[in-house]
T-cell receptor, first 115, second 116 residues
Framework: NAGVTQTPKFQVLKTGQSMTLQCAQD?????MSWYRQDPGMGLRLIHY???????DQGEVPNGYNVSRSTTEDFPLRLLSAAPSQTSVYFC??????????????FGPGTRLLVL | AQTVTQSQPEMSVQEAETVTLSCTYD???????LFWYKQPPSRQMILVIR??????QNATENRFSVNFQKAAKSFSLKISDSQLGDAAMYFC?????????????FGSGTRLLVRP
């Protein structure tokens, strides 16, 4: 298993540009999520999905869109990048959301710089 | 709202010694999960250990163990026989068993330095 993969590893954008951060997992996990990590802070939840076709907002959703057309993929779209979106983005997944299999596994992160 | 506090921005330990990282949390719930994640310079978030709130027994994973004090809302991580590879940021995280977003709430992290 490759686990949770993210592309790209690093991206520079200009203000107003759009882009998609890719996330994929090959563990047949139902739950997937996106977090952002800012300096001096822990991770904060942006969006999440409990299965294909189902998405919902997390703690800091503004400026981001998601979709979940397949179990494996959960892309994060920045509609019009702003300097405040400069951050490190992590995708995470877990088999289910409760019980003994609730552990979330994280991807390697995407570092985004918005100028 | 739940919060997680890590009051030690940085800790230092001599190789082969033991170090304890502190974490406190605030919640009104009785059923939840607690985690410690390690983030090395590669930035990969790696699960170190987890604890279910309904279990009184402290979790242990090899050299890593926790001291879970539910009444005090404290969840400290003890690393025994510290190794150079343990140097990293360590994040404490909380997840409500009843939150439909399954959101992890993280503390601000503790940077662990290991002296050779």
């Amino acid at each position: 298993n490759a686990g949770v993969t993210q592309t790209p590893k690093f991206q520079v954008l200009k203000t107003g540009q759009s882009m998609t951060l890719q996330c994929a997992q090959d563990m047949n996990h139902e739950y997937m999520s996106w977090y952002r990590q800012d300096p001096g802070m822990g991770l904060r939840l942006i969006h999440y999905s409990v299965g294909a076709g189902i998405t919902d907002q997390g703690e800091v959703p503004n400026g981001y869109n998601v979709s979940r057309s397949t179990t494996e993929d959960f892309p994060l779209r920045l509609l019009s990048a702003a300097p405040s979106q400069t951050s490190v983005y992590f995708c995470a997944s877990s088999y289910s959301a409760s019980g003994s299999q609730e552990t979330q596994y994280f991807g390697p992160g995407t570092r985004l710089l918005v100028l | 709202a739940q919060t997680v506090t890590q009051s030690q921005p940085e800790m230092s330990v001599q190789e082969a010694e033991t170090v304890t990282l502190s974490c406190t949390y605030d919640t009104s719930e009785s059923d939840y999960y607690l985690f410690w994640y390690k983030q090395p310079p590669s930035r990969q978030m790696i699960l170190v250990i987890r604890q279910e709130a309904y279990k009184q027994q402290n979790a242990t994973e090899n050299r890593f163990s926790v001291n879970f004090q539910k009444a005090a809302k404290s969840f400290s991580l003890k690393i025994s026989d510290s190794q150079l590879g343990d140097a990293a940021m360590y994040f404490c995280a909380y997840r409500s068993a009843g939150d439909s977003s399954y959101k992890l709430i993280f503390g601000s992290g503790t940077r662990l330095l290991v002296r050779p």
